[in-house]
């Protein structure tokens, strides 16, 4: 159980191009669902965080016009890079997390990771 | 702000050997350990966690025990096998936190050679 998938695995745009990477929770229902970066043997940054038909919470130093967030149902959160460039280029990571279950404050699924290539 | 310093690898070690991973954290406040593991071309597992002084998580034959003192969190197991070769991260969350959203360590790449 609580099974997170995420597509594409992996994507290659040009430079310019918009790209969008979904987030699924496929056994659960996640009221929150949150977006990190993983840079090369770096540890994960946290970018955003979304509730279910809410906006999205973005940390601080994102660009929230470039990095899109739609949480528009339980099961389904998009990230949408727009006007990608080389530099936005990573491996890109969800995680989800349903409140609602007792305990489940400590507890949030991952997704197994989108690599983004800009060219 | 809060942070959390992890051992750099890659830790090599052979296997039936003892592993430790040092952690150590910043906070404001009480946090929430853990301890999560990423297996090759998987997501991120939580492997133990522990929410008080003094708690220790343990699965799978690791064990953490968090130490408030010395605010720390070490990962350690007495008899590696080769697929626990993985790269694990220490995290914190506080209470407080919008979302409990957890704060990573670098990750530490662990390879255990037969």
């Known amino acids: 159980g609580a099974v997170v998938s995420q597509h594409p695995s992996w994507v290659i745009c040009k430079s310019g191009t918009s790209v969008k990477i979904e987030c699924r929770s496929l056994?659960?229902?996640?009221?929150?669902m949150f977006w990190y970066r993983q840079f090369p043997k770096q540890s994960l940054m946290l970018m955003a965080t979304s509730n279910e038909g809410s906006k999205a919470t973005y940390e601080q130093g994102v660009e929230k016009d470039k990095f899109l967030i739609n949480h528009a149902s339980l099961t389904l959160s998009t990230l949408t890079v727009t006007s990608a460039h080389p530099e936005d280029s990573s491996f890109y990571i969800c995680?989800?997390?349903?409140?609602?279950?007792?305990?489940?404050?400590?507890?949030?699924?991952f997704g197994p990771g989108t690599r983004l290539t800009v060219t | 702000g809060d942070s959390v310093t992890q051992m750099e690898g890659p830790v090599t070690l052979s296997e039936e050997a003892f592993l430790t991973i040092n952690c150590t954290y910043t906070a404001t406040g009480y946090p929430s350990l853990f301890w999560y593991v990423q297996y090759p071309g998987e997501g991120l597992q939580l492997l133990l966690k522990?929410?008080?002084?003094?708690d220790k998580g343990s699965n799978k034959g690791f064990e953490a025990t968090y130490r408030k003192e010395t605010t720390s969190f070490h990962l350690e197991k007495g008899s590696v096998q080769v697929s626990d070769s993985a790269v694990y991260f220490c995290a914190l969350s506080l209470p407080k936190a919008a979302g409990n959203k957890l704060t990573f360590g670098g990750g530490t790449r662990v390879l255990v050679k037969p």
């Open positions: 522990a929410t008080k002084a003094d």
């Open positions: 995680s989800a997390r349903d409140l609602r279950k007792q305990g489940a404050k400590y507890e949030q699924y």
């Open positions: 056994d659960f229902q996640a009221t929150t």
